[in-house]
């Protein structure tokens, strides 16, 4: 399995961006795809993720009205679209895989970085 993340940039608070992963390597059904984030000193955050088969997302309460997650079973990717970026959005943002039932993602893209100005 292999993930590609692509998208991040420099950005004015207040813009959008569009996150990608490109997902090889399996067919990913009965997977979770998944976008984290780091922000600079700080652990890593799931920011949303989605089931592969069935297109149902979750959302961590902080990005639910700004973030939406989707993917492309065709294309075999994983999208993070961010509006309304803040300053507080600036991180590295990793896109993730794992079976759905199992408990820790196995696997992680190399991550890519946005940057929200102020």
């Known amino acids: 399995v292999q993930l590609q993340a692509s998208g991040g940039g420099l950005v004015q608070a207040g813009g959008s961006l569009r996150l990608s992963c490109a997902a090889s390597?399996?067919?990913?059904?009965?997977?979770?795809m998944a976008w984290f984030r780091q922000a600079p000193g700080e652990g890593r955050q799931l920011v949303a993720n989605?089931?592969?088969?069935?297109?149902?997302?979750y959302y961590t309460d902080s990005v639910r009205d700004r973030f939406a997650i989707s993917r492309n079973k065709f294309k075999k990717t994983i999208d993070l679209q961010i509006d309304n970026l803040k300053p507080e959005d600036t991180a590295v943002y990793y896109c993730?895989?794992?079976?759905?039932?199992?408990?820790?993602?196995?696997?992680w893209g190399q991550g890519t970085l946005v940057t929200v100005s102020s």
């Open positions: 993730a895989a794992k079976f759905r039932l199992a408990d820790d993602y196995s696997y």
């Open positions: 390597g399996h067919t990913f059904s009965g997977w979770i």
């Open positions: 989605i089931d592969w088969s069935g297109g149902r997302a």
